[in-house]
T-cell receptor, first 112, second 113 residues
Framework: QKEVEQDPGPLSVPEGAIVSLNCTYSNSAFQYFMWYRQYSRKGPELLMYTYSSGNKEDGRFTAQVDKSSKYISLFIRDSQPSDSATYLCAMRGGAAGNKLTFGGGTRVLVKP | IAGITQAPTSQILAAGRRMTLRCTQDMRHNAMYWYRQDLGLGLRLIHYSNTAGTTGKGEVPDGYSVSRANTDDFPLTLASAVPSQTSVYFC????????????FGPGTRLTVL
């Protein structure tokens, strides 16, 4: 079983809809959680990070962490075609130390 | 332009051949990383370097070696390529080890036949 599970998608939504992405993890030692966005044939780029349970907002993006359920989410409001990309969750902590453990990524398509 | 460059962009390689993937950053970051990305498996860490002169093994180090002679360069070598090493390889860097913001290069698409 992978330490971090993420539905590969693709997730197709109409422009303006809310995109909901999530990851589950098995390692309760993970303390730091990140979302990276990766456009086709590009390297990933950090979108958001959070260190605690609860919500964190940044513009149209909201990251949510529920450590008790080992579940993290990313919501994209008012989605745009430019949001079409693969979204990867990443996390670190515990024995993994400074190394990031990534989910497999969810491909998102926002149709105009 | 500040950032990470990788070369080559793509390569087709015969099995058994030696190959070095190049990675250079101009941000004076201390830490550098090599990942491979395979469909459905996300990014897996191959090797890392917390600072010039030091390297460490990641999750999938077998068949790969790295060196970190200076701050800017972090080449990845496949001593004798095998088809299972067909993948997209990303180099990344961060200001310090463990910094959550890792800056990624554009990747190298490697096919081993």
């Amino acid at each position: 079983q992978k330490e971090v599970e993420q539905d590969p998608g693709p997730l197709s939504v109409p422009e303006g809809a809310i995109v909901s992405l999530n990851c589950t993890y098995s390692n309760s030692a993970f303390q730091y959680f990140m979302w990276y966005r990766q456009y086709s044939r590009k390297g990933p780029e950090l979108l958001m990070y959070t260190y605690s349970s609860g919500n964190k907002e940044d513009g149209r993006f909201t990251a949510q962490v529920d450590k008790s359920s080992k579940y993290i989410s990313l919501f994209i409001r008012d989605s745009q075609p430019s949001d079409s990309a693969t979204y990867l969750c990443a996390m670190r902590g515990g024995a993994a130390g400074n190394k990031l453990t990534f989910g497999g990524g969810t491909r998102v398509l926002v149709k105009p | 332009i500040a950032g990470i460059t990788q070369a080559p962009t793509s390569q087709i390689l015969a099995a058994g051949r030696r190959m070095t993937l190049r990675c250079t950053q101009d941000m004076r970051h201390n830490a550098m990383y090599w990942y491979r990305q395979d469909l459905g498996l996300g990014l897996r860490l191959i090797h890392y370097s917390n600072t010039a002169g030091t390297t460490g093994k990641g999750e999938v180090p077998d068949g790969y070696s790295v060196s970190r002679a200076n701050t800017d360069d972090f080449p990845l070598t496949l001593a004798s390529a095998v088809p299972s090493q067909t993948s997209v390889y990303f180099c990344a860097s961060s200001p310090l080890p463990g910094t959550d913001t890792q800056y990624f290069g554009p990747g190298t698409r490697l096919t081993v036949l």
